[in-house]
C-alpha cells in the first residue's frame, strides 16, 4: 500500500478550451492510468518490513503536445519519479530522531509505528501512514525496546496531561505489555483494597464518579504513573500538582479528598508491612500537601504547559464529515440525557460523553478511537489538543435517544423521510472530508461530493455556516 496525501498540478495551457478539456479529464487518466502504473513502480523500491517517506516530490516536465497530451503526461511524470527514487534511494538505518523520520529515508516498520504512536499521544491524531488508521493495529506494530520506554517516559516527564490520554486511549494490551516491562512499577493488586472498599475514602469517591467502574480503574491507574514517575525523579512536587489538576478536572476528586486517600493508603501499607518505597511516596504527599512550608512550594510548583500540537494553517482529513447535517439536533440531545445544563456541560466527563454519542449517531458502533473525533471536538466545544475517554461505556438509554434523533432528521427532511437510519448514516453521515484548522479557533470543512448531495437542496435547515452553543466561531462548511 503507497499513500498519496496531495497531488497538486500547475499547467499553462495553449488556449482556455485546451485547459478546460484538461481539467475535465484529468482526474479520470489519474485514476485509470497514472495511479496503477505509480503504484506498480512504487512497488519495485520498495523494502520489505520499511517504510519510505517522502516530504514532498516537485516534477517539472517540459513542453507537452497537444496532440498526445495524455500519454506524455504519464510517460514524462513516471519518468521523473523513477528517476528521483533511483537517486534518492536512501540507506536502511535505525532512526531515533522526529526529524530524520519525517524528512525522506527508510523506516523500519516498528520504529514509524512508534513516531505515528508518540505524535498521537501529543495530539490525538494519528497521521496520514500505510500502517493503519486503527489504534490497536497501530500498536501491536510497535517494537517495544529499551529505546522505546526511555522516550514513553520522558514523554510523560515533559508533559504529564500526556497520561491522560495514555489511559484514556490507549489499548488495555498494549498498556500491559509496557507496563510489565518498567521494573518497580506498582501493581493494581496493590490498590484493590481500596476497590474493595476496605478503607473510608473510597465511598465517597466512588459516589463522586457516579459508581462508573471505568472511571474508578482509570483513576487508579493516575496514581499509579504518579508513583511511579516519582520514584524516577528526585523532586515531586510537579507530579504531585499535576495529579491533583487532572484528577479534579477529569474525576472530580478534590485535593482534600486525594490527601486522605493517599493517607489511608500509606497506613495501611505500613502496617501491612507492605512496599515501604510505595507508602514513602504516599506519605510524602500528605506531606507536601498538608504542611505549610511544603504546602508553600507545592503552589507554587510550576507545574507542565501542554505543547498545541495542531497548529493553525492545518489540514486535517476525517471520514465523519457529514456530522455537520446534525448540528441543529445535537442540543435537545445532550439536555436530554442531563449531559449539559442551560448550555453548560456538567462536568468534562459528561462533554466527553456528548463527544462519543456524536460518533455513534455517524457508524452506530460503540467501539470509538480519539483520532476520529475531530470534527466532534469542534462541535461540542473542546479544544482539539484536550483527550476525549473513548472507554465511557454508551448506556441503553443513550442509543435509544440517539437513534430517534436520526428518525427526527429523517422526518424533518421530507425527501429522505422514507429512507432508514443506516441509509442515512451511509450517505450522508460517513463522508469524507478536510478541516481546516485556523486562527482564533475557526475552521473550515470541505465535504466529498456525491450524486445524491443534490437532495441537500431540500434540506430545511442551513448548514454552509455551523455554530453549536459550546463553539466560539462559526465552521464554515462546503458542500455541494
Not at 371 to 376: A, D, F, T, V
Not at 381 to 404: F, M, P, R, W, Y
Amino acid at each position: 500500500m503507497h499513500l498519496l496525501q496531495q497531488h497538486t498540478f500547475d499547467i499553462q495551457c495553449s488556449s482556455q478550451a485546451f485547459g478546460k478539456e484538461i481539467q475535465r479529464q484529468l482526474a479520470d487518466l489519474l485514476e485509470k492510468e497514472f495511479y496503477p502504473k505509480l503504484d506498480d513502480l512504487l512497488d519495485q523500491y520498495t523494502h520489505p518490513n520499511h517504510i519510505w517517506s517522502i516530504d514532498v516530490l516537485e516534477l517539472q516536465l517540459p513542453k507537452i503536445f497537444k496532440e498526445n497530451w495524455k500519454t506524455e503526461l504519464v510517460q514524462k511524470s513516471l519518468q521523473q519519479i523513477e528517476a528521483y527514487l533511483k537517486d534518492n534511494n536512501p540507506v536502511i538505518r535505525a532512526l531515533h530522531n522526529d526529524a530524520e523520520m519525517a524528512s525522506g529515508a527508510f523506516l523500519p516498520k516498528g520504529e514509524h509505528a512508534g513516531f505515528l504512536f508518540f505524535h498521537f499521544l501529543k495530539t490525538g491524531v494519528l497521521l496520514e501512514n500505510t500502517l493503519s488508521k486503527d489504534l490497536n493495529v497501530l500498536t501491536a506494530a510497535i517494537e517495544i525496546t529499551p529505546v522505546f520506554l526511555k522516550k514513553l517516559l520522558e514523554f510523560f516527564e515533559a508533559d504529564f496531561t500526556c497520561i491522560a490520554r495514555w489511559i484514556f486511549s490507549v489499548p488495555v494490551l498494549f498498556k500491559a505489555k509496557i507496563t510489565a516491562q518498567l521494573a518497580g512499577f506498582p501493581l493494581t493488586a496493590v490498590f484493590r483494597v481500596a476497590m474493595d472498599e476496605k478503607i473510608p475514602t473510597i465511598s465517597p469517591l466512588r459516589k463522586r464518579m457516579q459508581g462508573d467502574k471505568i472511571l474508578e480503574v482509570q483513576w487508579i491507574e493516575l496514581v499509579q504513573w504518579t508513583e511511579y514517575l516519582y520514584r524516577k525523579r528526585s523532586s515531586g512536587e510537579v507530579f504531585y500538582k499535576e495529579f491533583l489538576k487532572l484528577s479534579e478536572r477529569y474525576w472530580q476528586v478534590s485535593a482534600a479528598e486525594s490527601v486522605l486517600f493517599f493517607k489511608e493508603m500509606a497506613q495501611i501499607i505500613t502496617e501491612n508491612k507492605g512496599d515501604s518505597e510505595m507508602a514513602l511516596f504516599f506519605k510524602a504527599f500528605v506531606q507536601s500537601a498538608t504542611d505549610e512550608n511544603h504546602a508553600s512550594a507545592f503552589r507554587k510548583a510550576p507545574g507542565f504547559e501542554p505543547v498545541k500540537e495542531l497548529q493553525p494553517l492545518e489540514l486535517q482529513y476525517i471520514s465523519n464529515a457529514g456530522l455537520v447535517l446534525l448540528h441543529p439536533f445535537l442540543k435537545t440531545l445532550f439536555e436530554q440525557l442531563g449531559l449539559c445544563e442551560n448550555e453548560i456541560w456538567k462536568t468534562e466527563m459528561h462533554q466527553h460523553k456528548a463527544i462519543l454519542l456524536t460518533q455513534y449517531l455517524i457508524t452506530g458502533e460503540e467501539k470509538i478511537q480519539e483520532n476520529e473525533l475531530l470534527l466532534n471536538k469542534v462541535l461540542c466545544g473542546l479544544a482539539l489538543e484536550d483527550t476525549v475517554n473513548v472507554q465511557l461505556k454508551i448506556k441503553k438509554k443513550e442509543k435509544e435517544k440517539c437513534h430517534s434523533l436520526l428518525e427526527a432528521v429523517l422526518e424533518h427532511w421530507t425527501v429522505m423521510s422514507g429512507s432508514s437510519k443506516e441509509a442515512l448514516q451511509q450517505t450522508f453521515l460517513q463522508r469524507e472530508g478536510k478541516l481546516d484548522i485556523q486562527m482564533g479557533n475557526t475552521y473550515e470543512l470541505w465535504v466529498e461530493e456525491k450524486g445524491f448531495d443534490v437532495l441537500l437542496a431540500q434540506l430545511p435547515w442551513g448548514i454552509g455556516m455551523v455554530k453549536t452553543p459550546w463553539m466560539e466561531n462559526y465552521l464554515t462548511c462546503h458542500w455541494n
